[in-house]
């Protein structure tokens, strides 16, 4: 295992209240986070703990701890594999996020190779669906052949089309990245930074990357900013 460097936001899942209450489950995944973490030069960010199911598929510390991972550029680090991989959606989910994620007990799932793995569980886990899919394409075949008129115009999109996706695709990341510093830039409001440059001068001293990950804040990017949001 590479030594880990850089800046990390934890996430641990317990099962019950009662489980997130009494510590119980999470101080052992607390110890192997630090252990897969042990050496190099690494910071600590943000930690989430979320008390659910493992069936249910909303967690919202999950999507606060992404949301934190990509404010600050980091990667997400989760105690056990099986912590997140019980559903499709939940792996669709951290493929969606563009957040790097590593597994304390999996050190040597990480980076790209991480990200191919986990794309490789979401095609076994599909498979099922894949098949039935199959099977509705074919009972389509068979309509059609009955003279059942089925779907409608496929022809290629439009360049002018093509071009307002993209521009759409655009600025929903920027949207993205807005959402996700908007609640550091309203709790720095609130402790007293009240122009765009004392906003700008915070994020630069608290280390919080800009959107395109280089550079220091600035007033224009700040109202930039604000207006998203």
């Not at 989760?78 to 999996?106: H, I, Q, W, Y």
């Not at 979401?122 to 199959?134: D, H, Q, T, W």
Request: hydrophobic share 45%; net charge positive.
């Amino acid at each position: 295992m590479a030594t880990n460097t850089g800046k990390f936001v934890c996430y641990y899942r317990v099962s019950t209240a009662r489980q997130g209450k009494s510590g119980l489950g999470l101080d052992a995944q607390r110890a192997a986070v630090a252990a897969y973490l042990n050496g190099g030069n690494w910071q600590i960010v943000e930690e989430f703990t979320e008390v659910e199911s493992g069936r249910n598929s909303d967690r919202p510390a999950l999507e606060r701890a992404l949301a934190a991972a990509r404010l600050h550029r980091a990667a997400l680090v989760v105690s056990k594999m099986d912590r997140l991989t019980r559903s499709v959606p939940f792996l669709n989910r951290l493929l969606e996020a563009g957040v790097d994620v590593r597994f304390a007990d999996l050190p040597q799932i990480e980076g790209a190779t991480g990200r191919f793995m986990v794309q490789m569980m979401v095609s076994v886990a599909e498979l099922e669906a894949g098949m039935i899919s199959k099977r509705t394409k074919d009972a389509l075949a068979q309509a059609k052949k009955r003279g059942v008129v089925l779907g409608g115009y496929r022809g290629a999109m439009p360049t002018a089309k093509m071009r307002a996706r993209s521009t759409a695709v655009v600025q929903q990341r920027a949207d993205a990245r807005a959402a996700d510093i908007a609640p550091t830039i309203r709790k720095l409001q609130a402790d007293g930074a009240t122009s765009l440059r004392a906003i700008a001068a915070r994020l630069n001293g608290a280390g919080i990357p800009t959107a395109r990950g280089a550079g220091t804040w600035s007033a224009v990017q700040v109202a930039r900013i604000l207006e998203r949001i």
